[in-house]
């Protein structure tokens, strides 16, 4: 049955913090009624690389981009809503291949309403989520049916004990009853909706969807439309609030009222459908397109399926699109799905009644000229071409081209009157805006984030007095640029970046902008760049930024990058500024040496300080002290993340406190806290929830004195030139993750020595040491040292670099990591002179994954497990000795990689023995002439064969591997292969320089 939370279930265990640090790789596909192998591998491969992948659907091709992208990796797939209950699909078609990646300990988890797929798909007992009891049912109604508008009274209450039975428990339908109740005032309203007959048979799909439908027909007609217009977006996508908006407002489907302009009716449209569950799951999360955190929201594929059924207007599948028949020409609204974007051409021509157009490919052929493309009746088009076509579509409200390559927006853009929206995020090459942009008087956002190359605004932009959003203001000295220009623009909210400030000459220029009517998230930067840093011939900056008051009871980031001042304004050392403030970051302010007050505030939960030289004290009220002897005072009371760098002469966390803070300070929310070139800053407060710590570059907090922070998932320290140091590991029995640099410098505490048999650390899986003095360096092996080591028995991946005074492999401590599964060592560059390796062996039984990167002093590897499965080695020059001595016995063995190992002159014998070798990838190694025998018996079964520059003297691997060469018949059912020889990139790689 739909709508008893499966997907809201699955989600709780998704975001669970131990599940996220257990799984390497998390990934979650909506697949609804799609369960195309090639489609589903390709969505797979996006969500476990974080790109799009070109590939075609062909099964193989896919099959081993999968391998690339999860490889040994254990993983956590996530698969919602499953439909398909074609056994051979699953069982022959997409079960081998997920099985055959990833590693030990993968799961994937499926959610479905069909009894048969869980049958299919299952390898444990299905978990069947039961409908809610009567208890629950009422809590779940009556937190939307009462208090917004409709007060709870015994007479409702009886009425709605009536039409909570007919929800059957079904969660869904209780919360969407619930919103529509809340609607309803009168208690005649109240019996009309329990005496319908609707939830008399909630057993399935149909009969939940009655309430559902039942819930949309007491909709208004504005809201009708703007519910309906969702099902242009995919099942489970991801709709940003303010986007979706303005495409209603671009459509006509929000009216103007005399008292209320259309964003903020569209914004009660929005809170509204989200109050009666036809949106849901709202959250703020940071966007790709924006570069910002912003409002997101999506729809259950219950309400999906209700939109799709109320309207015929929107098409976004390929499904869909195929039953066009060749037109679209019913359509209203399309947004063109990625796999159909090469073949829409044809449904477009003679197209005139398309209101909405969605296409943000940058190979669609839809843009071509010599398209006979009509956009007359286009009211919001996103895509990424700028063309007459588009600059003639007179009707055109919302207009996105984000992410285009271009220098200067055409001028024939202003003769877009009509224009509402203009979004113009990540175009940065993008220089100048037209200058005819005044004239544009209906415009009401401009989006200009990560513009970072615009040079200036177009003159006279405060003439667009109708402006909610303009994100981004570059100052600047030509007439009708300057800051003065946003006096007019009251109306302005949300986000506001204004760069170049320096060139703002006067207070009477910065007093003009009237800042305190604008209701915005300010960001100030002095320059254009935000790594700006303000020079010596700085002034008048401080009666600037005291002219740039904003409106205070509304603030809530506020950011200044690059201010020249000693002092900060009165605006920000007055506490009222501050009410509702949630985010502070103050940047490159080398003069600046005070704080707005802001370590009481409740709404305060993210502080950033870095680069301010004269910062001695974060917190410098006088009157703000403990109560007495064994008080602790609590201060920043509802900070989650605190980051503090390059604060050279910061020394107290509060200007009453000497002495260690974690006995006197307490941050009782904060969860992460990163300090680094803080040198004079001695400890930390006591933080009971902190999970994420790092401190870099802090020679007065010494790691002994972090054994009070019990909390911790993940730590990272630097102990560079710290002589001795004990570590409390005793201490952190939740850590997930250390990364420390210079490890030997720290020992273990007594009581950590006197129960070296039971390590503490039983969740510690990953471990990152970098530095010198990471391990002992000459043979001898203390116990306390050892002591260390034996608290890293459950570590799975290991990452150690940058240990250039290590000159043999460090085998006694590799030998406690029992359960290793990944070693990964770059930058040993004395690693392996002067010893010989031939009988030395790695002792990690489970190790699968090992990867050696720029050891410039090795000369060989030592034997090696039987277990591994990759061995990755590159930019090793000196390696001479063909590999492990025992290569030939890793019958695990399926991806083997030499990358600029210019002194390996030849690969091993015996590779025969490598029967499970699937990718050979040779790169920059020009020694290597011919393969062994054993590789050549090999070859046929490879999938992957990479070899580029090889041979750079007589190129005779190649010729072996070429057309008419000894190997090419064995190389013929290799399904990838690269054979590649560059003479230039060996002249520019590896020829002395004359």
Known sequence: MGGLGKTTFAKLIYNDPSVQEHFQLKMWHCVSENFEVGSLLKSIIELATK??????????????????????????????????????????????????????????????????????????EPYELRCLNEDDSWEVFSKRAFGKQVQEQAELVSIGTRIVKKCRGVPLALKTMGGLMSSKQSVSEWEVIAESNIGARVQGKNDVMDILKLSYRHLSPEMKQCFAFCAIFPQDYEMVKDELIQLWMANGFIQEEETMDLTHKGEMIFHDLVWRSFLQDVKEEFIIGYHRDSIVCKMHDLMHDLAKDVTDECASTTKELDQLKGSIKDVRHLRIPEEMEETMTELFKGTSSLHTLIDRSWRSTLWNVSVEFNLASVRALRCSVINSAITNAKHIRFLD???????????????????????????????????????????????????????RMPPNIGLLNNLRTLTTYVVDTEAGCGI????????????????????????????????????????????????YMPNDNAYNEERVLESLAPYCSNLKVLELHGYGGVEIPEWMRDPHTFQRLSKLNISNCPRCKDLPPVWLLVSLEELSLSCMDNLTTLCTNDDVEAEGCGTSLQIFPKLKKMFLRNLPNLERWAVNISGDPSSFITLPQLEILRISDCPKLAGIPDCPVLRDLNIDRCSNIAVSSLAHVTSLSYLSYDAEG??????????????????VRSLANMVISLEDQQNQGESNLVNLRRLNLHGPKCFTTVSGFSELHHGIWVHFAFVEHLVIGDCHDIVHWPMEELRCLIRLRSLHIFKFTNLGINFSLSEEILYLSCLEELNITSCSGIVEIPKLPASLEELFIQSCQNLVVPLPPNLGNLASLRNFIVI??????????????LTSMRKLHLDGCPGIEKFPEGLLQRLPTLEYLHLYSCSVSNDQLVRRCKEGGEYFDLLSSIPDKSIIFSERYYRKRFLPFC
């Open 51 to 124: 790109r799009r992948c070109q590939l075609i659907n062909t099964i193989e091709l896919l099959r081993r981009q999968l391998e690339e992208a999860i490889g040994r990796r254990r993983f956590l797939l996530v698969l919602d809503d499953v439909w398909n209950d074609e056994e051979n699909k699953w069982a022959d078609d997409l079960k081998p291949l997920l099985n055959s990646v990833g590693g030990a300990g993968s799961v994937i988890v499926v959610t479905t309403r069909s009894q048969r797929v869980a049958s299919i798909m299952g390898t444990l």
């Open 401 to 455: 081209l984000s992410e285009i390559s271009i220098v200067r927006l055409p001028d024939s853009i202003c003769m877009l009157y009509n224009l509402q929206s203009l979004r113009l995020n990540s175009c940065d090459e993008l220089e100048y805006l037209p200058k005819g942009m005044r004239t544009m008087r209906k415009l009401i956002h401009i989006y200009l984030y990560w513009c970072d190359s615009l040079r």
């Open 484 to 531: 003065e220009e946003l006096k007019d623009s009251q109306h302005l909210t949300n986000r506001l970046e204004l760069y170049n400030l320096h060139k703002v000459k006067s207070e009477e220029k910065a007093k003009q902008a009237n800042m305190y009517q604008k209701k915005n998230l300010l960001l100030f930067f002095w320059g254009r760049q935000k790594r």
């Open 722 to 739: 710290f002589d001795s140091m004990t570590m409390p590991l005793g201490s952190w029995s939740s850590l997930m993750r250390l990364k």
């Open 900 to 913: 600029k190992c210019e002194s390996l002159k030849l690969l091993p014998d015996g590779m025969d023995g």
